[in-house]
């Protein structure tokens, strides 16, 4: 059986994967890096700061990985999913912690 090839079949739906969900996904990466790291107080802290300047980093990280999902359905589908997890971890810990 013979590994399919990676094509650039389907761009648009994987780069609409990456933009708008890779945007969700890294916001909430930065939002648990906010929920569990060291306690700082301050919107100049360094974990604050770390954050702000994580967030476009780690989002055009998740827009150029994303084309190396077989179609845009697949792209769609785990970066929604990484989404769900880690927004429902964040809301729940943020429960948790109230």
Known sequence: M???VL????WFGKAGAGAVAGFFLALAICG???QFGPLEIGFFS???QLTMWLMAPLWALILSFCFLFHNGARAWTWLGGANLLLW???YGSR???A
């Not at 094509?7 to 389907?10: E, I, Q």
């Open 2 to 4: 013979k590994p399919p």
């Open 7 to 10: 094509s650039s079949r389907n």
């Open 32 to 34: 648990m890096l906010v």
């Open 46 to 48: 360094a974990r604050a």
């Open 88 to 90: 429902g971890l964040l």
């Open 95 to 97: 429960l948790l912690m």
